[in-house]
């Protein structure tokens, strides 16, 4: 007696990077240039089998086992993604800072729309550097820095995009097929577009801060739309609607005691943060 349910998942994981570097000074200039490619294969094969009655007790070959109390599944599903993508960085006399990145990215898990470009520009100014704030004792460092990007995002898609899928079955010794889900085409990237604004700062021996300010606003959201049940599917994923992000960050370290046999410093750090859905 007994019975033996097994179930196998074997799952793969390609990646290939090509990646050039380069990089150089010159007086008070350095700047890095990078440009890169990279393609990620993931597939994932699963098994299932449940038979019953062993000729053996505790046998844990299928074979040893009479009948078939289920039918056996099997499946195969995956999704690639290729990506390109540069990067420029420069600095001038540790005073100004630029980066400047551009990417695009191609999903398979998307039917038709299935790349897109995204990039971003950042800068940033250390006036404690600059000749006139030298040797100034209560503000030993001052950076300000500013950035503009947009991101893409496909978690929450499946790997079947773009196509209506079906589960295949017995009814009556005959075979039928009922819906299992169903795909929207047009689906494609969910974007978003973030600004931000700092400050990094030390007052004299005794206080460290950094504070941000961002603004982040995602449009094409992926969500699951409900529709009709008479269709024999529930939902449905597709892009709709915008949120807004936006918050304000901060860290402080006071330094209340340094001397040569006692340190004592006190952290302080928070944030507010304030979630809208402005399109739905």
Known sequence: ????????????????????????????????????????????????????????????????????????????????????????????????????????????????????????????????????????????????????????????VGFFTGVNTFNPSLLGNEAAIRPRTFEDPNLTWERASQWQVGAEFSLGSFLDGVIDYYQKDTENLIFERRVSPSTGVAVIVTNDGELRNSGLEFDMNFHLVNTQDVTLDLSVNGAVYDNEITVM
């Open 1 to 156: 007696g007994g019975d033996l349910f097994q179930s196998v998942t074997e799952t793969f994981t390609y990646n290939a990077l090509q990646l050039l570097r380069y990089k150089r000074e010159f007086g008070a200039h350095s700047f890095e240039v990078l440009a890169a490619h990279e393609a990620n294969d993931f597939s994932s094969e699963n098994y299932t089998d449940f038979k019953g009655k062993s000729v053996l007790p505790g046998a844990t070959d299928l074979d040893l086992y009479l009948n078939q109390l289920s039918n056996s599944t099997g499946f195969t599903e995956g999704r690639t993604l290729e990506s390109y993508f540069g990067q420029l960085n420069y600095d001038f006399d540790d005073r100004f800072y630029f980066t400047g990145s551009i990417r695009r990215d191609g999903s398979s898990r998307f039917a038709n729309d299935k790349w897109d470009t995204f990039w971003s520009l950042g800068g940033a100014w250390v006036i404690s550097n600059e000749s006139w704030l030298s040797g100034n004792d209560f503000l030993r460092f001052l950076k300000v820095k500013g950035s503009y990007g947009t991101t893409g995002d496909e978690n929450g």
